[in-house]
Every structure is written in C-alpha cells, then in structure tokens.
C-alpha cells in the first residue's frame, strides 16, 4: 500500500521551476520528518533536502541550497519542496520519504534513516 505520493515532476528548461509535492496523508504512522531524496541514473540515492514537523526546521544539501526550498502544510499532511534555478545536474527520479523517529544531528539526508517511500516522480531538466 503506497502511503506516500510524489507529484510535480516533469521536464523543464535550465532556469525554470518546479514544485514536487509529497501527500502524506495516507500515511498511519506517526512521522517526525519528511525528506527528498534523488537518484540519477548510475548514482547513488542523494539526500536534497529535510523537514521535521513539529517545527519545520529545513535542511538542504549543499548543491542546492539558495535554490530550493522545502515548506510543510500540517494541515493538507502534505509538504512541498520548489525548485528554482534548476539545472541539467538536477535531473534524477525524486523520492520523497517519512521517518517516525528522530536521532540527533547529521541524519536528516541519510536515506538508511527513514522508513516510509513513495514511488518517484522524474524530474528532468533539459534543453
């Protein structure tokens, strides 16, 4: 059962924006923080970007920091993360996933840490 869904994807000139949305609300468990994570062909999954719920701190890789930014409605159980500026080195399947526990500092772009994924949602930045 998906308890997690990805939409906004799609493919966008250098420049442009997008806005991925992840819909949590399906999800049962109680999460502390919901994070974007990205994965291009032949790499390794990459951590974007994190918020934690209670009190919306954010958390961004370096690559994309003053680009993107990650905003949660509590209310739609929902969070969102804009893309501005995108670039070709963007392009990649995005994930978005949930973790129900927290653990101090320096885990928030881990993958291994979170427990819920959604599907993907391709996003390709191309001319």
């Known amino acids: 059962q998906v308890q997690l869904v990805e939409s906004g994807g799609g493919l966008v000139q250098p420049g442009g924006s997008l806005r991925l949305s992840c819909d949590a609300s399906?999800?049962?468990?109680?999460?502390?923080?919901i994070a974007w994570f990205r994965q291009a062909p032949e790499k390794e999954r990459e951590g974007v970007s994190a918020?934690?719920?209670?009190?919306?701190?954010?958390y961004y890789t370096n690559s994309v920091k003053d680009r993107f930014t990650m905003v949660r409605d509590t209310a739609k159980s929902t969070v969102y993360l804009q893309m501005d500026s995108l670039k070709p080195e963007d392009t990649a399947v995005y994930y978005c996933?949930?973790?129900?526990?927290?653990?101090?500092?320096?885990?928030?772009?881990?993958?291994?840490?979170?427990?819920?994924w959604g599907q993907g949602t391709q996003v390709t930045v191309s001319s």
């Open positions: 918020i934690t719920i209670r009190d919306g701190h954010d």
């Open positions: 996933a949930a973790s129900t526990r927290t653990y101090g500092t320096a885990w928030h772009l881990v993958p291994k840490w979170y427990d819920y």
């Open positions: 399906r999800l049962t468990a109680d999460y502390r923080a």
